[in-house]
């Protein structure tokens, strides 16, 4: 495994110490040897790796402080901006508490009721969830990052002690808020508030080490460990990935959209319902702060609108893009105006499935993006350039020959549908709950329903679609190979002519020039040079590369050392210069060398 930032796995804390005292015993001038020294060693490692595994906890703890500070500096900031506070301060340090550990999935239990009746709030406001997540996802990476005098824990080591000391503030916590309103259920606090925080810090820990598949345990059959360590499934499980992302990110996207366009047409019920609930201006504000917390929320829940398994606005009304049945729970809020009238369904509502639309669309786009490269020739056409290298454009990995199969871009398809369907079950389950006991014990889409719709509807597009882009990246590819093929067929035919062209002018030249060459081999000055040879003939050739191969002209014969990429051409011909003396001189020489030793002189 490879840490992102050093290039390296991090040290751990007794190789950093170790490395430590070696550099201390050279500036001070002792020497480790023998036993004095080893114990000396020895004890520092121990207080090294303790301080680490220190700093770690620690590091857990501070990240939970700076989350829990924030909220609390809001929500003091609130209450004294209230003209009429209902509690003093330390109702204001309470409420900042509870809204804390709801952040993380905990769920608050209401005393303070009208009928007396404890009253559970289980939906969690997902953007204020972002920052206590990142922070501890934050601390994990960070400590993993070996510094100058500051050794790295091992990785379970790392995840051990930040979770750790995260779980300690959360326990803090829930202890001060223990006997108010509100309180917190000590089963929320494990699951899925514990459990939450466990799994930002893995991711944390998974990003230090630079996003590994592996290695897998032993105890997993080699066939599959060796099948998961192919560099071909890691790059189709990081398709599989962005695709499934692509998807929610276009879900969230569209059911945002969908909120704005329904505010806008609801916009008299949204002012009225936000005058209704507060008088004044810091009140609104307070009211406005909330709405935009929920706006993710209520991105989700537009998402699975428009998926087709709605939402509940209580235990007996459910609001579908068919119909919105049964009577409403509905307190009064402004998000909540944007909720369609009752009644059957029309086109605007029907509209709303444009939004798994896109998001199919999407899932089939980014996964054909890796299952068939786009090859930019310079011409307008998709194929490999004229040395099989890859030019400017939108480059893949591969080379033009590499696409995947119809069954594996149908398979990687189908993966990210389900991978989308799974976020998605994900996001419903944590963008809804209660917000009270009977009718008001329902709020929210149905986490199964929606994540099955989301799966449903992507797979259904996402795989016809796939194999249909892959058909036409692939139709236009092979018509710009087919067209970069004539085009090199006709500069090929061209070059012969024009070399053949070559090769007779410069024999008529020779012949020509041949009294005019003795003359002027007689009247040039002593030392001066015979004639330059004319350049010999040349002809096209392949010069093999690493990419592929093109054509280019050489002398016939002309050995190239390395050629493009230090191969030599197998193509290659001896030949012999061209004579310079004219015709007349070689033939006499001839009749000379004839006549033998007993030749007259």
């Not at 992302?245 to 996207?253: H, I, P, R, Y």
Request: glycine share 14%; net charge positive.
């Amino acid at each position: 495994m490879t840490q992102v930032t050093g290039g390296s796995p991090p040290l751990s804390a007794e190789q950093t110490a170790e490395q430590a005292v070696r550099r201390t015993a050279e500036q001070t001038g002792r020497k480790t040897e023998g036993p004095v020294g080893v114990r000396a060693a020895e004890r520092s490692v121990r207080r090294s790796r303790s301080a680490v595994l220190v700093f770690t906890f620690l590091r857990g703890g501070l990240a939970a402080g700076l989350g829990l500070g924030a909220l609390t500096v809001l929500v003091m900031v609130l209450w004294i901006s209230s003209p009429s506070p209902d509690d003093g301060p330390s109702g204001a340090l309470h409420t900042a508490a509870g809204l804390w550990l709801l952040a993380h999935g905990a769920e608050l239990i209401r005393t303070d009721t009208l009928d007396g009746i404890p009253a559970p709030v289980g939906l969690v406001p997902l953007l204020p969830a972002v920052l206590p997540l990142w922070l501890v996802h934050r601390a994990a990476r960070d400590v993993l990052e070996a510094r100058e005098g500051r050794a790295a824990p091992s990785a379970s080591a790392a995840f051990g002690l930040v979770t750790g000391g995260y779980a300690v503030v959360m326990a803090a916590v829930a202890f001060y808020v223990r006997g108010g309103s509100p309180s917190v259920g000590v089963v929320s606090l494990l699951f899925p508030a514990a459990v939450v925080v466990a799994a930002a810090a893995a991711a944390g820990v998974w990003t230090a080490y630079g996003h590994p598949v592996g290695p897998l345990p032993p105890r997993v059959p080699m066939r599959i460990r060796a099948t998961l360590a192919r560099s071909r499934v890691r790059e189709r499980a990081a398709t599989v990935w962005r695709s499934a992302a692509a998807g929610v990110m276009t879900l969230l996207g569209g059911g945002a959209l969908l909120v704005a366009v329904a505010l806008v047409w609801h916009a008299d019920a949204a002012q009225q319902s936000f005058v209704q609930l507060v008088g004044g201006w810091v009140d609104r504000g307070a009211v406005l702060l909330l709405a935009l917390l929920l706006v993710p929320n209520a991105a989700v829940w537009a998402a699975a609108y428009g998926l087709g398994p709605g939402f509940a606005l209580g235990t007996a009304s459910t609001v579908t893009p068919l119909a919105f049945s049964g009577p409403p729970a509905l307190p009064v809020f402004p998000l909540l105006a944007a909720v369609p009238e009752q009644g059957e369904g029309t086109w605007p509502n029907w509209a709303a499935a444009s939004v798994p639309v896109a998001a199919g669309v999407v899932v089939a786009r980014f996964t054909v993006r890796s299952a068939v490269p786009v090859h930019d020739t310079g011409d307008g056409g998709d194929g490999a350039d004229a040395g099989g290298g890859r030019s400017g454009g939108d480059v893949g990995r591969r080379g033009p020959g590499e696409a995947w199969s119809a069954g594996g871009t149908a398979l990687t398809a189908t993966l990210g549908a389900l991978g989308c369907g799974l976020l998605m079950a994900v996001l419903a389950a944590a963008a809804g709950g209660p917000l009270g006991t009977r009718a008001l014990a329902e709020f929210g889409p149905v986490w199964w329903l929606t994540g099955a719709a989301a799966a449903a509807w992507t797979m259904v597009l996402a795989v016809p679609g796939a194999l249909l882009l892959r058909a036409w990246r692939l139709r236009g590819r092979n018509g710009g190979r087919g067209r970069g093929r004539r085009r090199n067929a006709a500069g090929e035919a061209e070059e012969t002519a024009r070399t053949g062209r070559t090769a007779r002018s410069a024999d008529r030249t020779a012949g020509t020039e041949g009294a005019a060459g003795t003359e002027g081999a007689a009247s040039r000055p002593v030392g001066q040079g015979p004639a330059e040879a004319p350049v010999p003939p040349t002809r096209p050739r392949k010069a093999r590369t690493g990419q592929g191969s093109a054509r280019v002209s050489t002398p016939r014969g002309a050995v190239t050392v390395g050629g493009a990429e230090g191969i030599e051409d197998d193509d290659a011909e001896p030949y012999d210069f061209l004579p310079t003396d004219p015709w007349h001189a070689r033939t006499a020489r001839r009749t000379e060398g004839d006549a033998g030793p007993s030749g007259k002189p």
